[in-house]
């Protein structure tokens, strides 16, 4: 099991950034993978970035040049970098982990992309 908590969510106008965070209560390491998701208003989960044990990521088209996922081992965080950010960013974002056949989700932290 794991424990996930996001952070660094808010209000931000379009164009502007935000780092996301997702700290984990054990290892990342010993993650098979982990990912960015995320849902807006009256859509349907969504899978933003994954980032593999090995490092190798994949990114939904939406954001692929915008958005740029990490992770620190030694912190067992992963991150999300967003840039140019528009107004259909705008959702409540979820960190999951998956080990072995199982997966866990964080509570999500929100962002709102507004003028």
């Known amino acids: 099991q794991v424990q996930l908590v996001e952070s660094g969510g808010g209000l931000v106008h379009p164009g502007g950034s935000l780092r996301l965070s997702c700290s984990a209560s054990?290892?990342?390491?010993?993650?098979?993978?982990m990912a960015w998701y995320r849902q807006g208003p009256g859509k349907q989960r969504e899978l933003v970035a994954r980032i593999t044990r090995g490092g190798w990521t994949t990114y939904a088209d939406s954001v692929k040049g915008r958005f740029t996922i990490s992770r620190d081992n030694a912190k067992n965080t992963v991150y999300l970098e967003m840039n140019s950010l528009k107004f259909e960013d705008t959702a409540v974002y979820y960190c999951?982990?998956?080990?072995?056949?199982?997966?866990?989700w964080g509570q999500g932290t929100q962002v709102t992309v507004s003028s």
């Open positions: 999951w982990a998956q080990i072995g056949a199982n997966g866990y």
């Open positions: 054990r290892s990342i390491f010993s993650c098979d993978s």
